[in-house]
């Protein structure tokens, strides 16, 4: 079946200008993540839904991180006024539970340049 | 605050050798732990977990010990192949309120044929 998907693949930005980055999970699953990935490093939790409510956005770094899934499925993380520190892999990734011990899928990655 | 951490960057092994791929974690809270294996170019795949009440799991050529006692995690990787070349993350789950997964920097495993 089909798995994570993550659009664009790549992104290159202008330093100030907003990117927005689309998650598809897979169908049905309830629980959905946002990680960023520096390079050479573990992914980094940024925020966390549960269906349509973000029950932790603990991890986003600033004010310019801004996470939505308005019905519980498909997720996109907004950036506004980038910056070059917010070059990364952005990596999501969903579970069809809303319990720890569950597996989480994860997405290919958008690939984020800010120049 | 917690982490995961790996005690080695990068190890190198010769096909068909066992590989032993060691983390440390410092949150005794956590519930879960899981390893997952990134390739280039591709998001983490999960190979193996383990819940915090076992100390030993077995699945296919992969073993996960559990050592509660020094907070240890460990992944064994029978008869080691060119296709496991890969960076190796350990992860613990925990819920403070939400969930959360917090990943050590990695192990990069290279094959040797």
């Known amino acids: 079946g089909a798995g994570v998907s993550q659009s664009p693949r790549y992104k290159v930005a202008k330093r100030g200008q907003d990117v927005a980055l689309r998650c598809d999970p897979i169908?049905?699953?309830?629980?959905l993540f946002w990680y960023q990935q520096a390079l050479g490093q573990g992914p980094e939790f940024l925020t966390y839904?549960?269906?349509?409510?973000?029950?932790?956005k603990s991890g986003l770094p600033s004010d310019r991180f801004f996470a939505e899934r308005p019905e519980g499925s498909v997720s996109t993380l907004k950036i506004q006024r980038t910056q070059q520190e917010d070059s990364a892999v952005y990596l999501c990734?969903?579970?069809?539970?809303?319990?720890?011990?569950?597996?989480?899928?994860f997405g290919p990655g958008t690939r984020l340049l800010v120049l | 605050g917690e982490s995961v951490g790996l005690h080695l960057p990068t190890l190198s092994v010769q096909e068909g050798d066992n590989s032993i791929i060691n983390c440390a974690y410092s949150?005794?809270?956590?519930?879960?732990f899981i390893w997952y294996k990134q390739e280039s170019g591709k998001g983490p795949q999960f190979i193996i977990d383990?819940?915090?009440?076992?100390d030993k799991r077995q699945g296919q050529r992969v073993t996960v010990l559990l050592n509660k006692t020094v907070k240890h995690l460990s992944l064994q990787i029978a008869a080691t192949q060119p296709g496991d070349s890969a960076v190796y993350f350990c992860?613990?789950?925990?819920?403070?309120?939400?969930?959360?997964?917090?990943f050590g920097a990695g192990t990069r495993l290279f094959v040797k044929a």
């Open positions: 990734a969903s579970s069809l539970a809303a319990i720890v011990q569950e597996t989480q899928y």
């Open positions: 949150n005794s809270a956590s519930d879960y």
């Open positions: 169908s049905g699953h309830v629980s």
């Open positions: 383990i819940r915090s009440n076992m």
């Open positions: 839904f549960q269906n349509e409510a973000q029950l932790d």
């Open positions: 992860a613990e789950n925990s819920y403070t309120g939400g969930f959360k997964t917090i």
